[in-house]
Structure formats: structure tokens, C-alpha cells
């Protein structure tokens, strides 16, 4: 699986942009790049997806390099109940792992008032 | 509401008796998967199911086994738990695509003594 590589801690103020970087320098030409995030004691929930366009969605925006080989979350606005661990992550596009979330160690993201 | 359902929440349970986690979608999804997650190691995938009565390991197989007799339900069974299968365990599902987002369970935490 392609890997993906994170920051391990960023923060923030509230109300400040959040931009967090991904690099997936071995990506392939079909991957899917993936945003879930973990809030304290919950389950990931999918934040954004895309592919080479950059992407917007209600909760934050996917910006995707030209070269596929990194890509950044952004947050406009953070708010504390932002704070959390965001996941980048790689999704094949077909076979039998196309279902598969491979997970890195992830992002943890901490939201000053 | 859309969502995937786990029972039980919390589980503490002794060496070697057999016990069952349930999972259920309510999406009509093809795709089912277990992860555990570790302090240090993330998410990894233990089983996955593409549809009705196809199953496959994943990352970490080993000790557990699963069953999908119908779609909406995708348990994991731990026929003789140890306690390195002590573990915050997840259960999700998705549509049969790498196009579309994975819902997560709220998760089990499971502690086997």
C-alpha cells in the first residue's frame, strides 16, 4: 500500500484557518486520497475525498498538489470541536482493496480558545 | 439515520470465553470490515467483507473470526480471547466503491483478563 506521511501535532486558535499537510510521495495514478478524523472517544468519520481537482465540501476543503505527491486539509474556520486526529489516507480505486483504509499515525490537531 | 450500529459498547471478559461483537448497517452496504486500534499502532484492519458470504483477512487476522450471512450484519467472534486481543475495536461499512465514504461504529472496547 501506498504510504502516506502526517505531522504528528499541529494547533490552532479558534476561528483561525487549519491547513494539514499529507505527503504521499508513492502514490499511483488511480489512489483516492482520503480525510477521516477521530474526535475523543468516537469512531473516524470521513471528513473529504478527492483525486486530482481540488475539492469542497461543508467541512473543509482538499487542495491536491499538481504532482498528486502531497496534499493539504484546510479548515477555514477551526472551532474546538475541531480538535481532533485527522488521517490521510490512500484508497485504491480497484481490486480487492478498493475498501480498505490503511491508517498512519494521523495528524493530532488541538484547538486553542 | 444513516449509521453502524455495535454491541456491546464496553466489554471486560476472561481468558478463553468464547464471545461475539455485533456489527449493523442500516445503508445497504456491500463493503464491511472490523479494525482494532492500538495506542502506537492506529487502526488495522482485522477482517473485511465485500458482500453476502465473502469474507477475507486483513492486517491482523489472527484469533478472530467473522460471518456474513446477511448484508446488514457483519459480527466478529473471538472463540478463545487472550489478553493481547485487548483492544478498541471498530466496525465499518461502505458501498463498493473507493468513490464514497466509510461510516465507522462508535466502537467496543473489549478487555480480556
Known amino acids: 500500500d501506498a504510504k502516506t506521511t502526517q505531522p504528528n501535532s499541529m494547533e490552532s486558535n479558534e476561528e483561525e484557518p487549519v491547513h494539514l499537510p499529507c505527503n504521499h510521495s508513492t502514490i499511483s495514478g488511480t489512489d483516492y486520497i482520503h480525510w477521516y478524523r477521530q474526535l475523543p472517544s468516537q469512531g473516524p468519520e470521513y471528513v473529504i475525498h478527492g483525486l486530482t481537482s481540488n475539492v469542497n465540501n461543508r467541512m473543509a476543503s482538499l487542495a491536491i498538489a499538481e504532482d498528486r505527491k502531497s496534499s493539504t486539509l484546510i479548515l477555514h474556520r477551526a472551532t474546538l470541536r475541531d480538535a481532533a486526529v485527522y488521517y490521510c489516507i490512500l484508497r485504491a480505486a480497484g481490486g480487492t482493496s478498493y475498501g480498505k483504509l490503511t491508517f498512519g499515525q494521523g495528524t493530532i490537531l488541538t484547538v486553542h480558545p | 439515520e444513516a449509521q453502524v450500529t455495535q454491541n456491546p459498547r464496553y466489554l471486560i471478559t476472561v481468558t478463553g470465553k468464547k464471545l461475539t461483537v455485533t456489527c449493523s448497517q442500516n445503508m445497504n452496504h456491500e463493503y464491511m470490515s472490523w479494525y482494532r486500534q492500538d495506542p502506537g499502532l492506529g487502526l488495522r484492519q482485522i477482517y473485511y467483507s465485500m458482500n453476502v458470504e465473502v469474507t477475507d483477512k486483513g492486517d491482523v487476522p489472527e484469533g478472530y473470526k467473522v460471518s456474513r450471512k446477511e448484508k446488514r450484519n457483519f459480527p466478529l467472534i473471538l472463540e478463545s480471547p487472550s489478553p493481547n486481543q485487548t483492544s478498541l475495536y471498530f466496525c465499518?461499512?461502505?458501498?463498493?466503491?473507493?468513490?464514497?465514504?466509510?461510516?465507522f461504529g462508535q466502537g467496543t472496547r473489549l478487555t480480556v483478563v
Open positions: 465499518a461499512s461502505s458501498l463498493g466503491t473507493s468513490l464514497t465514504e466509510a461510516f
